[in-house]
Each structure stands twice: as structure tokens, then as C-alpha cells.
């Protein structure tokens, strides 16, 4: 019992302990307002969607299925030429544009067709 006293003791008057719970406290505090700016950082959508012009959303849905009809074929065609399945041609095709739309904050973004596996092997076509 003596030891568990003297423990509690050190750690009741340690420096760095002490200094370490000043911290968390300090960071518990933070928390909300560090997560919601990280998630601004992170997803862009979160702060360009409330003040989106909905008068875009029908040029935007012509422009999305355009691209989409456009990268299908182009997928497939690139995963067959680089002999790999054809599903990997349609996966990089539907979702870099995907993942973009939430993480993304330019419109001149291009992403390849190719897949990653066929670039990481060295392919190119």
C-alpha cells in the first residue's frame, strides 16, 4: 500500500504529468472547433454547398452525365489494352469523379481512366 501512496504522490507532483493533463485539457476544449475546421479543409463541399447556385444544378447533371458517358468507354478500352479486368477500367472512371466531388475545390481537375494498379506496374497506353 506504501507504494501505490508514493506512486499517487509522484504523479499528483510531477512536472511533466501535470503539464500533459494542462494539455489535454486545452485540447478537449478545442476539439469542436479543430474538427469542424479540419472537416472544412478535408471537404470543400461543406463550405461551397450552402451557397451553391441551384439555378447550376441542370448544366451541372449535363456536364456530370457527359463526362460519365465519355469515361465509361474510355475505362474499359484502357483496362482491356493494359490487359487487366475490365472492372478495374470501370471503377477508375466513376470513382476519382466521386471521391472529387467531395474533396475536390477545382473545375479543371482531371483524373486518369487508367487504373492505378496498370500505372503502378508501369503500363501506359
Known sequence: MKVVEIVKDDLKHDVNW????RLGEKGARALPRASAQY???????????PRYNYRWLFN???????VGLMLIPQGLSYA?????????????????SAIYCFMGTTKGQSSSPLPLETRLRG???
Open 18 to 21: 501535470n503539464r500533459a493533463a
Open 39 to 49: 472537416a472544412l479543409e478535408k471537404l470543400p463541399i461543406i463550405g461551397w454547398l
Open 60 to 66: 451541372d447533371v449535363i456536364a456530370g452525365l457527359t
Open 80 to 96: 482491356k489494352i493494359a490487359t487487366i479486368p475490365v472492372q478495374y477500367g470501370l471503377m477508375s472512371s466513376w470513382l476519382p
Open 123 to 125: 503500363h501506359s497506353c
